[in-house]
């Protein structure tokens, strides 16, 4: 009888995870719903031990670095966040519609090079939308930790070896 497979979760991989809102709405254009992201976001990355390297929220999407988690998968890490945001997102807006889209990209971050193309891409998001000047004023991402500003955000942020 052969011996049953043991999984093996935490090898360290980057993970880049982007999702946008059903049909790109603004379902994260309030500041009270990206605060809420951010809460929600920060006790998933407790309850499954993973370090976040990088993010940004748009009002109309996300985007996640995050280190393959040390208990379960990324992918249902993912999939809880995504799932306790609607939750609450439909709660308050009295709403069962679906707040993303079904499928959301999952893309493995490799190389120096390629994880700092990757954080400057994700920082320059709120500038090139004209959401502010300078991406270390978008106070929803993690350019304030790489700038060296002491960030007042809830999220946890860590550098990650690519």
Not at 56 to 68: A, G, I, K, Q, R
Not at 126 to 134: D, M, Y
Request: proline share 4%; aromatic share 10%; hydrophobic share 35%.
């Amino acid at each position: 009888m052969p011996k049953s497979e043991k999984r093996v979760y935490g090898k360290g991989h980057l993970h880049l995870i982007n999702c946008y809102c059903r049909d790109r709405e603004q379902k994260l254009g309030e500041e009270k719903h990206r605060d809420l992201f951010c809460r929600l976001l920060e006790e998933v990355r407790v309850k499954f031990r993973f370090k976040v390297a990088g993010y940004v929220l748009m009002p109309d999407n996300f985007s996640l670095l995050m280190v393959e988690p040390l208990v379960d998968t990324a992918a249902n890490s993912v999939e809880t966040l995504l799932q306790r945001y609607q939750r609450r997102y439909n709660n308050s807006a009295r709403s069962t519609e679906p707040v993303w889209e079904n499928d959301y990209t999952d893309t493995h971050i490799m190389g120096a090079e390629r994880l700092e193309t990757t954080l400057r891409t994700m920082h320059e998001a709120p500038v090139r939308a004209k959401l502010v000047e300078s991406a270390t004023e978008w106070d929803w991402s993690s350019a304030r930790y790489y700038a060296g500003i002491m960030p007042d955000g809830v999220v946890t942020v860590e550098r990650a070896d690519s």
